[in-house]
Protein backbone atom coordinates (compact mmCIF):
# COMPACT_ATOMS: atom_id res chain seq x y z
CA UNK A 1 0.00 0.00 0.00
CA UNK A 2 1.51 3.38 -1.03
CA UNK A 3 0.26 6.79 -0.86
CA UNK A 4 0.57 9.37 -3.70
CA UNK A 5 3.08 11.36 -1.84
CA UNK A 6 5.06 8.41 -1.02
CA UNK A 7 4.65 7.10 -5.01
CA UNK A 8 6.01 10.69 -5.72
CA UNK A 9 9.26 10.30 -3.28
CA UNK A 10 9.75 6.84 -4.63
CA UNK A 11 9.60 7.84 -8.39
CA UNK A 12 12.03 10.51 -7.86
CA UNK A 13 14.37 8.01 -5.46
CA UNK A 14 14.05 5.55 -8.69
CA UNK A 15 15.56 8.39 -10.79
CA UNK A 16 17.85 9.29 -8.61
CA UNK A 17 19.19 5.51 -8.03
CA UNK A 18 19.53 5.40 -12.39
CA UNK A 19 16.10 4.22 -12.93
CA UNK A 20 14.79 7.50 -14.68
CA UNK A 21 10.82 8.51 -15.14
CA UNK A 22 10.65 7.55 -19.11
CA UNK A 23 11.82 3.59 -18.46
CA UNK A 24 9.40 3.35 -15.55
CA UNK A 25 6.64 5.02 -18.09
CA UNK A 26 7.53 2.61 -20.61
CA UNK A 27 6.84 -0.41 -18.48
CA UNK A 28 3.70 1.15 -16.94
CA UNK A 29 2.48 1.43 -20.68
CA UNK A 30 3.39 -2.40 -21.06
CA UNK A 31 1.63 -3.13 -18.16
CA UNK A 32 -1.71 -1.37 -19.92
CA UNK A 33 -1.47 -3.45 -22.88
CA UNK A 34 -0.99 -6.56 -21.50
CA UNK A 35 -4.42 -5.79 -19.42
CA UNK A 36 -5.86 -4.72 -22.83
CA UNK A 37 -4.53 -8.22 -23.92
CA UNK A 38 -6.29 -10.05 -21.07
CA UNK A 39 -9.73 -8.57 -21.86
CA UNK A 40 -9.86 -8.19 -26.00
CA UNK A 41 -8.46 -10.18 -28.70
CA UNK A 42 -6.34 -9.18 -31.60
CA UNK A 43 -8.59 -7.12 -33.73
CA UNK A 44 -10.79 -5.69 -30.96
CA UNK A 45 -11.76 -1.84 -31.16
CA UNK A 46 -9.96 0.32 -28.55
CA UNK A 47 -10.26 4.02 -27.20
CA UNK A 48 -7.40 5.32 -25.81
CA UNK A 49 -9.16 8.72 -23.77
CA UNK A 50 -5.37 10.76 -22.84
CA UNK A 51 -4.41 13.65 -20.71
CA UNK A 52 -1.67 15.43 -21.18
CA UNK A 53 0.15 14.49 -18.31
CA UNK A 54 2.03 11.26 -17.54
CA UNK A 55 -1.27 8.84 -17.05
CA UNK A 56 -1.95 10.21 -20.56
CA UNK A 57 2.10 9.04 -21.66
CA UNK A 58 1.63 5.67 -20.18
CA UNK A 59 -1.40 4.88 -22.27
CA UNK A 60 0.88 6.58 -25.24
CA UNK A 61 3.49 3.89 -24.62
CA UNK A 62 0.25 1.48 -24.12
CA UNK A 63 -0.60 2.04 -27.78
CA UNK A 64 2.75 0.98 -29.60
CA UNK A 65 2.21 -2.92 -27.61
CA UNK A 66 -0.77 -2.99 -29.08
CA UNK A 67 -0.34 -3.03 -33.24
CA UNK A 68 -2.85 -6.31 -33.60
CA UNK A 69 -5.85 -4.33 -32.08
CA UNK A 70 -7.66 -1.22 -34.22
CA UNK A 71 -6.35 1.24 -31.90
CA UNK A 72 -7.49 5.04 -31.77
CA UNK A 73 -5.61 7.23 -29.48
CA UNK A 74 -8.21 10.86 -28.06
CA UNK A 75 -6.16 13.40 -26.62
CA UNK A 76 -7.96 15.63 -24.83
CA UNK A 77 -6.41 19.15 -26.02
CA UNK A 78 -3.71 20.03 -27.95
CA UNK A 79 -0.05 18.36 -27.91
CA UNK A 80 1.70 21.03 -27.30
CA UNK A 81 0.01 21.46 -23.91
CA UNK A 82 1.30 17.68 -22.65
CA UNK A 83 2.47 19.07 -19.35
CA UNK A 84 5.59 16.34 -19.49
CA UNK A 85 8.78 16.01 -21.67
CA UNK A 86 8.38 12.01 -21.53
CA UNK A 87 4.66 12.29 -22.13
CA UNK A 88 5.24 14.34 -25.08
CA UNK A 89 8.31 12.57 -26.68
CA UNK A 90 5.82 9.27 -26.15
CA UNK A 91 2.74 11.05 -27.96
CA UNK A 92 5.11 12.33 -30.93
CA UNK A 93 6.55 8.84 -31.59
CA UNK A 94 2.77 7.90 -32.10
CA UNK A 95 2.80 10.82 -34.68
CA UNK A 96 5.72 10.08 -36.59
CA UNK A 97 4.61 6.65 -36.87
CA UNK A 98 1.13 7.62 -38.06
CA UNK A 99 -1.31 5.77 -35.44
CA UNK A 100 -4.55 7.08 -35.29
CA UNK A 101 -4.02 9.73 -33.22
CA UNK A 102 -7.01 12.34 -32.89
CA UNK A 103 -6.57 16.15 -30.54
CA UNK A 104 -10.12 17.05 -29.32
CA UNK A 105 -10.48 20.24 -28.06
CA UNK A 106 -14.11 20.49 -27.70
CA UNK A 107 -15.94 17.70 -25.30
CA UNK A 108 -18.98 17.52 -27.76
CA UNK A 109 -16.55 16.44 -30.64
CA UNK A 110 -15.32 13.19 -28.04
CA UNK A 111 -16.56 10.59 -31.54
CA UNK A 112 -15.01 7.44 -29.24
CA UNK A 113 -17.78 5.23 -31.81
CA UNK A 114 -18.46 2.07 -30.29
CA UNK A 115 -14.95 0.25 -29.04
CA UNK A 116 -15.09 -2.98 -27.48
CA UNK A 117 -12.20 -1.29 -24.64
CA UNK A 118 -11.57 1.64 -23.44
CA UNK A 119 -7.88 2.61 -21.58
CA UNK A 120 -9.00 5.52 -19.42
CA UNK A 121 -5.63 7.82 -19.87
CA UNK A 122 -6.80 11.00 -18.49
CA UNK A 123 -5.99 11.27 -14.94
CA UNK A 124 -3.76 9.59 -12.72
CA UNK A 125 -2.54 10.51 -9.29
CA UNK A 126 -2.08 14.23 -10.46
CA UNK A 127 -5.85 15.13 -10.60
CA UNK A 128 -6.58 17.82 -7.90
CA UNK A 129 -10.55 18.44 -7.32
CA UNK A 130 -13.36 17.50 -9.39
CA UNK A 131 -12.73 16.87 -12.91
CA UNK A 132 -12.56 19.95 -15.18
CA UNK A 133 -13.78 19.92 -18.88
CA UNK A 134 -12.93 18.83 -21.19
CA UNK A 135 -12.50 15.50 -18.67
CA UNK A 136 -15.74 15.52 -16.99
CA UNK A 137 -17.38 15.50 -20.21
CA UNK A 138 -15.15 12.91 -21.61
CA UNK A 139 -15.42 11.04 -18.25
CA UNK A 140 -19.46 10.82 -18.68
CA UNK A 141 -19.23 9.55 -22.63
CA UNK A 142 -16.34 6.51 -21.54
CA UNK A 143 -19.17 5.58 -18.67
CA UNK A 144 -21.83 5.74 -21.18
CA UNK A 145 -20.38 2.94 -23.32
CA UNK A 146 -20.76 -0.14 -23.32
CA UNK A 147 -17.18 -0.90 -24.14
CA UNK A 148 -15.06 -2.85 -20.93
CA UNK A 149 -13.06 -0.02 -19.10
CA UNK A 150 -9.52 -0.24 -18.12
CA UNK A 151 -8.19 2.57 -16.03
CA UNK A 152 -4.28 3.52 -15.81
CA UNK A 153 -3.22 4.02 -12.16
CA UNK A 154 -6.12 5.13 -10.88
CA UNK A 155 -10.08 5.69 -12.81
CA UNK A 156 -9.81 9.65 -13.79
CA UNK A 157 -11.31 11.26 -11.26
CA UNK A 158 -11.14 9.25 -8.29
CA UNK A 159 -8.15 10.21 -5.66
CA UNK A 160 -5.96 7.39 -5.03
CA UNK A 161 -5.45 7.93 -1.53
CA UNK A 162 -9.47 8.56 -0.53
CA UNK A 163 -10.73 6.47 -3.50
CA UNK A 164 -13.39 9.48 -3.56
CA UNK A 165 -14.54 11.71 -6.60
CA UNK A 166 -14.98 15.30 -5.99
CA UNK A 167 -17.12 15.26 -8.92
CA UNK A 168 -17.49 12.81 -11.71
CA UNK A 169 -15.50 9.73 -12.65
CA UNK A 170 -15.04 7.19 -14.68
CA UNK A 171 -16.50 3.59 -13.77
CA UNK A 172 -13.69 1.17 -14.56
CA UNK A 173 -13.96 -2.55 -14.57
CA UNK A 174 -10.25 -2.96 -14.59
CA UNK A 175 -7.64 -0.63 -12.80
CA UNK A 176 -3.78 -1.47 -13.53
CA UNK A 177 -1.69 0.66 -10.77
CA UNK A 178 1.73 0.60 -10.68
CA UNK A 179 4.18 -0.69 -8.34
CA UNK A 180 1.64 -1.10 -4.89
CA UNK A 181 -1.75 -0.70 -4.45
CA UNK A 182 -3.42 2.56 -3.81
CA UNK A 183 -4.90 2.79 -0.80
CA UNK A 184 -8.21 4.30 -2.49
CA UNK A 185 -8.59 1.41 -4.90
CA UNK A 186 -9.98 -0.97 -2.39
CA UNK A 187 -13.32 0.61 -2.02
CA UNK A 188 -14.15 0.47 -5.93
CA UNK A 189 -15.67 -2.43 -7.16
CA UNK A 190 -13.14 -2.45 -10.24
CA UNK A 191 -10.76 -5.53 -10.55
CA UNK A 192 -6.76 -3.79 -9.61
CA UNK A 193 -4.07 -5.78 -11.11
CA UNK A 194 -0.93 -3.89 -9.29
CA UNK A 195 1.86 -3.71 -12.29
CA UNK A 196 5.69 -4.32 -11.13
CA UNK A 197 7.25 -1.42 -13.47
CA UNK A 198 10.86 -1.52 -12.19
CA UNK A 199 11.28 0.48 -9.59
CA UNK A 200 14.21 -1.04 -7.77
CA UNK A 201 13.45 -1.78 -4.17
CA UNK A 202 16.21 0.24 -2.71
CA UNK A 203 14.03 3.26 -3.71
CA UNK A 204 12.16 2.71 -0.69
CA UNK A 205 14.64 1.16 1.52
CA UNK A 206 17.27 4.18 1.07
CA UNK A 207 16.62 7.81 2.22
CA UNK A 208 17.20 9.84 -1.10
CA UNK A 209 16.01 13.45 -2.57
CA UNK A 210 12.71 11.96 -3.31
CA UNK A 211 12.02 12.04 0.66
CA UNK A 212 13.18 15.47 0.76
CA UNK A 213 10.78 16.94 -1.71
CA UNK A 214 7.72 14.76 -0.99
CA UNK A 215 6.29 14.62 2.64
CA UNK A 216 3.01 15.54 3.68
CA UNK A 217 3.56 18.06 6.07
CA UNK A 218 1.79 17.28 9.43
CA UNK A 219 -0.72 20.31 10.00
CA UNK A 220 -0.99 19.83 13.97
CA UNK A 221 1.78 22.98 14.74
CA UNK A 222 1.57 26.47 15.42
CA UNK A 223 3.87 28.50 13.18
CA UNK A 224 4.99 27.50 9.73
CA UNK A 225 7.89 26.11 10.05
CA UNK A 226 7.85 25.03 14.31
CA UNK A 227 9.08 25.92 17.42
CA UNK A 228 11.58 23.82 19.25
CA UNK A 229 13.01 23.87 22.73
CA UNK A 230 16.44 22.68 22.82
CA UNK A 231 17.03 21.41 26.92
CA UNK A 232 20.92 20.44 27.38
CA UNK A 233 23.84 21.86 28.55
CA UNK A 234 25.67 21.42 32.24
CA UNK A 235 29.21 19.69 31.99
CA UNK A 236 28.59 20.59 28.18
CA UNK A 237 28.03 23.96 26.70
CA UNK A 238 28.70 23.63 22.92
CA UNK A 239 26.36 20.71 22.19
CA UNK A 240 22.91 22.87 23.31
CA UNK A 241 24.36 25.43 20.92
CA UNK A 242 25.12 23.39 17.98
CA UNK A 243 21.54 21.33 18.47
CA UNK A 244 19.91 24.87 18.46
CA UNK A 245 21.82 26.32 15.74
CA UNK A 246 21.16 23.48 13.33
CA UNK A 247 17.23 23.50 14.12
CA UNK A 248 17.15 26.80 13.43
CA UNK A 249 19.25 26.15 10.00
CA UNK A 250 16.88 22.98 9.30
CA UNK A 251 14.07 25.62 8.92
CA UNK A 252 12.40 26.12 12.74
CA UNK A 253 10.91 29.41 13.23
CA UNK A 254 12.11 29.71 16.52
CA UNK A 255 14.56 28.01 19.19
CA UNK A 256 14.80 28.27 22.82
CA UNK A 257 17.83 26.92 25.04
CA UNK A 258 16.97 25.89 28.76
CA UNK A 259 19.90 24.91 30.30
CA UNK A 260 21.58 25.48 33.66
CA UNK A 261 22.01 28.89 35.21
CA UNK A 262 26.25 28.88 35.27
CA UNK A 263 26.55 28.12 31.32
CA UNK A 264 23.32 30.18 30.43
CA UNK A 265 26.17 33.22 29.21
CA UNK A 266 28.60 30.72 27.83
CA UNK A 267 25.56 29.64 25.81
CA UNK A 268 24.26 32.79 25.06
CA UNK A 269 27.55 34.06 23.71
CA UNK A 270 28.16 31.46 20.74
CA UNK A 271 24.96 33.41 19.33
CA UNK A 272 22.50 36.05 19.09
CA UNK A 273 19.86 33.51 17.30
CA UNK A 274 19.65 31.90 20.91
CA UNK A 275 17.27 32.99 22.99
CA UNK A 276 18.32 31.03 26.51
CA UNK A 277 15.98 29.96 29.37
CA UNK A 278 18.01 29.18 32.20
CA UNK A 279 16.96 27.62 35.29
CA UNK A 280 18.88 27.84 38.58
CA UNK A 281 22.10 25.57 39.68
CA UNK A 282 24.39 23.99 37.49
CA UNK A 283 22.94 21.19 36.30
CA UNK A 284 19.52 19.38 35.64
CA UNK A 285 17.44 18.05 38.43
CA UNK A 286 13.94 16.98 39.49
CA UNK A 287 13.10 20.33 40.86
CA UNK A 288 13.44 22.05 36.99
CA UNK A 289 10.43 20.08 36.05
CA UNK A 290 7.64 21.25 36.40
CA UNK A 291 8.97 24.45 35.08
CA UNK A 292 10.22 22.90 31.49
CA UNK A 293 7.08 20.98 31.19
CA UNK A 294 5.49 24.22 31.05
CA UNK A 295 7.90 25.77 28.62
CA UNK A 296 7.82 22.84 26.36
CA UNK A 297 4.21 23.46 26.20
CA UNK A 298 4.84 26.08 24.28
CA UNK A 299 6.75 24.96 21.64
CA UNK A 300 6.14 21.96 19.06
CA UNK A 301 9.52 19.49 19.53
CA UNK A 302 11.56 19.51 22.52
CA UNK A 303 15.13 18.26 21.54
CA UNK A 304 16.11 16.75 25.26
CA UNK A 305 20.10 15.99 26.31
CA UNK A 306 22.79 17.59 24.40
CA UNK A 307 25.66 18.23 27.09
CA UNK A 308 23.06 17.35 29.95
CA UNK A 309 25.41 14.81 31.39
CA UNK A 310 24.53 11.64 33.35
CA UNK A 311 24.24 12.86 37.06
CA UNK A 312 22.26 10.66 38.57
CA UNK A 313 19.60 13.99 39.58
CA UNK A 314 20.00 14.87 35.70
CA UNK A 315 18.31 11.06 34.87
CA UNK A 316 15.89 11.26 37.53
CA UNK A 317 15.03 14.99 35.82
CA UNK A 318 14.49 13.21 32.35
CA UNK A 319 12.73 10.56 33.16
CA UNK A 320 10.20 12.79 35.35
CA UNK A 321 9.57 15.08 32.07
CA UNK A 322 9.65 12.18 30.07
CA UNK A 323 6.84 10.76 31.75
CA UNK A 324 4.57 13.23 31.78
CA UNK A 325 5.21 14.81 28.67
CA UNK A 326 3.02 14.28 25.27
CA UNK A 327 4.06 15.92 23.03
CA UNK A 328 6.96 14.77 20.18
CA UNK A 329 10.65 14.99 21.73
CA UNK A 330 14.01 13.78 20.02
CA UNK A 331 15.90 12.61 22.88
CA UNK A 332 19.50 11.96 22.27
CA UNK A 333 23.48 11.86 23.92
CA UNK A 334 22.78 10.78 27.83
CA UNK A 335 19.24 11.20 28.48
CA UNK A 336 18.54 8.30 25.97
CA UNK A 337 19.26 5.73 28.95
CA UNK A 338 16.42 6.38 30.51
CA UNK A 339 14.14 5.67 27.91
CA UNK A 340 14.01 1.73 28.23
CA UNK A 341 12.31 2.93 31.76
CA UNK A 342 10.09 5.35 30.89
CA UNK A 343 6.20 5.16 30.18
CA UNK A 344 5.18 7.82 28.20
CA UNK A 345 2.76 8.88 25.61
CA UNK A 346 5.13 11.37 23.90
CA UNK A 347 6.11 10.33 20.33
CA UNK A 348 10.36 9.74 20.82
CA UNK A 349 12.43 9.80 18.37
CA UNK A 350 16.03 8.46 19.85
CA UNK A 351 19.18 9.02 18.17
CA UNK A 352 21.97 6.73 19.87
CA UNK A 353 25.24 5.74 18.12
CA UNK A 354 25.75 1.98 18.23
CA UNK A 355 27.34 2.48 21.39
CA UNK A 356 24.12 4.25 23.17
CA UNK A 357 22.31 1.95 21.14
CA UNK A 358 23.76 -0.86 23.67
CA UNK A 359 23.17 1.12 26.96
CA UNK A 360 19.58 0.96 25.98
CA UNK A 361 19.83 -2.18 25.95
CA UNK A 362 19.37 -2.32 21.79
CA UNK A 363 21.37 -4.92 20.08
CA UNK A 364 23.96 -4.42 16.58
CA UNK A 365 25.72 -5.67 14.43
CA UNK A 366 28.51 -5.15 11.69
CA UNK A 367 26.32 -5.69 8.98
CA UNK A 368 23.46 -2.99 8.06
CA UNK A 369 20.91 -5.15 6.95
CA UNK A 370 21.03 -7.04 9.90
CA UNK A 371 21.16 -4.12 11.89
CA UNK A 372 18.08 -3.16 9.96
CA UNK A 373 15.86 -5.84 11.62
CA UNK A 374 17.33 -5.57 14.87
CA UNK A 375 16.93 -2.09 14.92
CA UNK A 376 13.30 -2.41 13.78
CA UNK A 377 12.51 -4.89 16.19
CA UNK A 378 13.86 -2.89 19.06
CA UNK A 379 12.13 0.01 17.60
CA UNK A 380 8.85 -2.13 18.45
CA UNK A 381 9.65 -3.08 21.95
CA UNK A 382 10.57 0.94 22.89
CA UNK A 383 7.33 1.81 21.01
CA UNK A 384 9.01 5.04 19.52
CA UNK A 385 11.40 6.21 16.56
CA UNK A 386 15.05 4.88 16.48
CA UNK A 387 17.94 6.65 14.11
CA UNK A 388 20.65 4.28 14.84
CA UNK A 389 23.40 6.02 13.78
CA UNK A 390 26.47 4.82 11.90
CA UNK A 391 27.89 4.25 8.39
CA UNK A 392 24.03 3.67 6.85
CA UNK A 393 21.94 5.03 9.24
CA UNK A 394 18.88 3.02 10.18
CA UNK A 395 15.90 4.33 11.27
CA UNK A 396 12.45 2.45 11.99
CA UNK A 397 9.25 2.85 14.04
CA UNK A 398 9.24 -0.64 14.64
CA UNK A 399 6.88 -1.14 11.46
CA UNK A 400 8.71 1.04 8.66
CA UNK A 401 12.35 1.03 8.42
CA UNK A 402 14.47 3.09 6.14
CA UNK A 403 18.44 3.30 5.53
CA UNK A 404 20.37 6.66 4.66
CA UNK A 405 23.51 6.38 2.86
CA UNK A 406 25.07 10.34 3.23
CA UNK A 407 28.02 10.94 5.72
CA UNK A 408 31.24 9.84 5.74
CA UNK A 409 33.89 9.07 8.42
CA UNK A 410 34.83 12.40 8.99
CA UNK A 411 31.36 12.44 10.86
CA UNK A 412 32.50 11.35 13.58
CA UNK A 413 34.13 14.02 14.69
CA UNK A 414 32.28 15.42 17.92
CA UNK A 415 28.68 17.69 18.17
CA UNK A 416 27.92 16.09 14.67
CA UNK A 417 25.20 13.80 16.85
CA UNK A 418 23.88 17.58 18.89
CA UNK A 419 23.56 18.86 14.97
CA UNK A 420 21.50 15.82 14.22
CA UNK A 421 19.11 15.98 16.77
CA UNK A 422 18.60 19.92 15.98
CA UNK A 423 17.90 18.67 12.72
CA UNK A 424 16.13 16.10 13.18
CA UNK A 425 13.47 18.73 16.12
CA UNK A 426 13.09 21.23 13.67
CA UNK A 427 12.22 18.47 10.68
CA UNK A 428 9.45 17.05 13.41
CA UNK A 429 7.62 19.93 13.52
CA UNK A 430 6.33 19.50 10.06
CA UNK A 431 6.83 16.53 9.56
CA UNK A 432 5.75 12.64 11.01
CA UNK A 433 8.76 11.79 13.67
CA UNK A 434 9.70 8.92 11.39
CA UNK A 435 10.12 10.76 8.56
CA UNK A 436 11.91 13.51 10.43
CA UNK A 437 14.32 11.41 11.57
CA UNK A 438 15.01 10.24 8.16
CA UNK A 439 14.95 13.17 6.01
CA UNK A 440 17.26 14.77 9.02
CA UNK A 441 20.03 11.61 8.85
CA UNK A 442 19.76 12.15 5.16
CA UNK A 443 20.33 16.28 5.49
CA UNK A 444 22.69 15.69 8.27
CA UNK A 445 25.00 13.06 6.11
CA UNK A 446 24.76 15.56 2.82
CA UNK A 447 25.65 18.48 4.85
CA UNK A 448 29.00 16.46 6.18
CA UNK A 449 29.62 15.19 2.58
CA UNK A 450 29.78 19.07 1.03
CA UNK A 451 32.12 20.02 3.86
CA UNK A 452 34.66 17.13 3.17
CA UNK A 453 34.04 18.04 -0.96
CA UNK A 454 34.65 21.54 -0.13
CA UNK A 455 37.51 21.37 2.91
CA UNK A 456 38.76 17.95 2.95
CA UNK A 457 38.56 16.28 6.48
CA UNK A 458 39.17 17.73 9.43
CA UNK A 459 35.18 18.03 9.54
CA UNK A 460 34.04 20.22 12.64
CA UNK A 461 30.42 20.08 13.99
CA UNK A 462 30.01 23.39 12.67
CA UNK A 463 30.67 22.87 9.49
CA UNK A 464 27.63 21.40 9.06
CA UNK A 465 25.23 23.77 10.47
CA UNK A 466 25.88 26.00 8.07
CA UNK A 467 25.42 23.62 5.00
CA UNK A 468 22.29 22.19 6.14
CA UNK A 469 19.65 24.90 4.02
CA UNK A 470 21.13 23.59 0.76
CA UNK A 471 21.31 20.17 2.38
CA UNK A 472 17.38 20.55 2.59
CA UNK A 473 17.00 21.81 -0.61
CA UNK A 474 15.55 20.89 -3.61
CA UNK A 475 18.23 19.76 -6.28
CA UNK A 476 17.84 22.73 -9.08
N1 LIG B 1 4.93 8.18 -9.96
C1 LIG B 1 5.43 7.17 -10.67
O1 LIG B 1 6.34 6.47 -10.25
C2 LIG B 1 4.92 6.92 -12.01
C3 LIG B 1 3.78 7.57 -12.48
N2 LIG B 1 3.27 7.26 -13.69
C4 LIG B 1 2.05 7.87 -14.19
O2 LIG B 1 2.03 9.25 -13.89
C5 LIG B 1 0.74 9.57 -13.40
C6 LIG B 1 0.81 10.89 -12.67
O3 LIG B 1 1.15 11.79 -13.72
P1 LIG B 1 1.06 13.35 -13.50
O4 LIG B 1 1.65 13.69 -12.20
O5 LIG B 1 1.60 14.01 -14.74
O6 LIG B 1 -0.49 13.68 -13.37
P2 LIG B 1 -1.72 13.11 -14.18
O7 LIG B 1 -1.30 12.64 -15.52
O8 LIG B 1 -2.42 12.19 -13.28
O9 LIG B 1 -2.63 14.42 -14.37
C7 LIG B 1 -2.01 15.63 -14.45
C8 LIG B 1 -2.72 16.47 -15.52
O10 LIG B 1 -4.11 16.53 -15.24
C9 LIG B 1 -4.50 17.91 -15.06
N3 LIG B 1 -5.50 17.92 -13.98
C10 LIG B 1 -5.30 17.86 -12.66
N4 LIG B 1 -6.48 17.90 -12.00
C11 LIG B 1 -7.46 18.00 -12.94
C12 LIG B 1 -8.89 18.07 -12.89
N5 LIG B 1 -9.52 18.06 -11.72
N6 LIG B 1 -9.57 18.17 -14.06
C13 LIG B 1 -8.92 18.19 -15.23
N7 LIG B 1 -7.57 18.12 -15.37
C14 LIG B 1 -6.86 18.02 -14.22
C15 LIG B 1 -3.22 18.61 -14.70
O11 LIG B 1 -3.31 19.96 -15.13
C16 LIG B 1 -2.17 17.86 -15.49
O12 LIG B 1 -2.11 18.32 -16.82
C17 LIG B 1 0.38 8.39 -12.56
O13 LIG B 1 -0.99 8.30 -12.29
C18 LIG B 1 0.86 7.25 -13.47
O14 LIG B 1 -0.14 6.96 -14.41
C19 LIG B 1 3.82 6.16 -14.49
O15 LIG B 1 4.48 6.75 -15.60
C20 LIG B 1 4.74 5.26 -13.75
C21 LIG B 1 5.66 5.94 -12.84
K1 LIG C 1 -6.70 7.21 -15.33
Known sequence: MITSDRMAAVDENAEAFGVPRKQLMESSGNAVARAVRDIADPGAQVAVVAGRGNNGGDAFVAVRFLDDYDVTVHLLGRPETISTDIARENWDALEASEYDTRTVTDSKALGLGDPDVV?????????????REPEATAAEAVNDLDATVVAVDVPSGVDADT?????VAVDADRVVTFH???????????AVTVADIGIPAAAELFVGP???????????HKGDHGEVLVVGGGPYTGAPALSAQAALRAGADLVRVACPKSVAREIQGYSENLIVRPFDGDHLQPSHVDGLTALAADHDVVVFGPGLGDEDATLDAVADFLESYEGTAVVDADALQVVPEVDTDATLVCTPHQGELLKMGGKTADDWRERTDLVE?????LGHVLLVKGAYDIISDGEVTRVNRTGNPGMTVGGTGDVLAGTTGALACVRNARHAAAVGAYANGRAGDAAVEENGYGLLATDLVDRLPVALRRDE
Not at 119 to 131: N, Y
Open 180 to 190: DEKPGLASLDA
Open 119 to 131: VDAMLGTGVTGAL
Open 377 to 381: SFAAE
Open 210 to 220: GDLHHTRRSQS
Open 163 to 167: GTAAG
